[in-house]
């Protein structure tokens, strides 16, 4: 469901229940019937939750250097992510950037603490941390579909130097993933 937050008239009885625009009804309209079917079911281990994605600005900063002090730009521009930007934010801009729907499905795999995750049952895997090692590249390749040459996307900041992202890079390719980009 896509809705626009439009206001609701302040007479009306949705205003004087508390609510200020449509979204909010619709989201509660969404839990009721959710509710309604577990009771209907009597299965507690349904899901019946739901996501709510509001338009904002892209979560990578944008590349706009002052030359007079292009060292120190460099330095900020390091990690391109905007700090108050969760990895779910930037998992999801992806997702659409690529062209996936935000209803394919996103599996979490734990991985020593870390979270890399699996899109469309191995058509893409992320990992959006610090820290990227050729363990964590392993544990990727583990979870690629067998049918579909993955996209493999990881946070340019995570590569703790060249070194390694060659290295993961090479390693991906020597098993046949050839889509390996940053971010």
């Given at each position: 469901?896509?809705?626009?937050?439009?206001?609701?008239?302040?007479?009306s009885q949705a205003h004087k229940a508390g609510y200020k625009n449509i979204c909010e009804?619709?989201?509660?309209?969404?839990?009721?019937?959710?509710?309604?079917?577990?009771?209907?079911?009597?299965?507690?281990?349904?899901?019946?939750?739901?996501?709510?994605?509001?338009?904002?600005?892209?979560?990578?900063?944008?590349?706009?250097?002052?030359?007079?002090n292009l060292k120190q730009d460099l330095f900020d521009y390091k990690d391109n992510m905007?700090?108050?930007?969760?990895?779910?934010?930037?998992?999801?801009?992806?997702?659409?950037?690529?062209?996936?729907?935000?209803?394919?499905?996103?599996?979490?795999?734990?991985?020593?603490?870390?979270?890399?995750?699996?899109?469309?049952?191995?058509?893409?895997?992320?990992?959006?941390?610090?820290?990227?090692?050729?363990?964590?590249?392993?544990?990727?390749?583990?979870?690629?579909?067998?049918?579909?040459?993955?996209?493999?996307?990881?946070?340019?900041?995570?590569?703790?130097?060249?070194?390694?992202?060659?290295?993961?890079?090479?390693?991906?390719?020597?098993?046949?993933?050839?889509d390996v980009r940053s971010v």
């Amino acid at each position: 469901m896509m809705q626009f937050p439009e206001p609701v008239d302040e007479k009306s009885q949705a205003h004087k229940a508390g609510y200020k625009n449509i979204c909010e009804i619709g989201k509660e309209r969404i839990r009721r019937a959710g509710e309604k079917i577990v009771q209907e079911t009597g299965k507690n281990d349904l899901d019946i939750g739901f996501k709510v994605f509001t338009l904002d600005s892209s979560n990578i900063k944008t590349w706009d250097p002052d030359f007079e002090n292009l060292k120190q730009d460099l330095f900020d521009y390091k990690d391109n992510m905007k700090e108050d930007r969760t990895k779910e934010d930037l998992l999801y801009e992806i997702l659409l950037k690529i062209g996936l729907p935000l209803t394919t499905p996103i599996e979490e795999i734990d991985y020593n603490g870390k979270t890399i995750y699996n899109v469309g049952f191995g058509a893409v895997l992320l990992y959006l941390e610090d820290d990227i090692d050729l363990d964590i590249v392993h544990e990727m390749m583990k979870h690629k579909s067998e049918h579909l040459s993955p996209k493999v996307i990881f946070k340019e900041s995570g590569f703790m130097n060249d070194s390694v992202k060659i290295n993961a890079i090479q390693t991906l390719k020597k098993n046949g993933i050839n889509d390996v980009r940053s971010v």
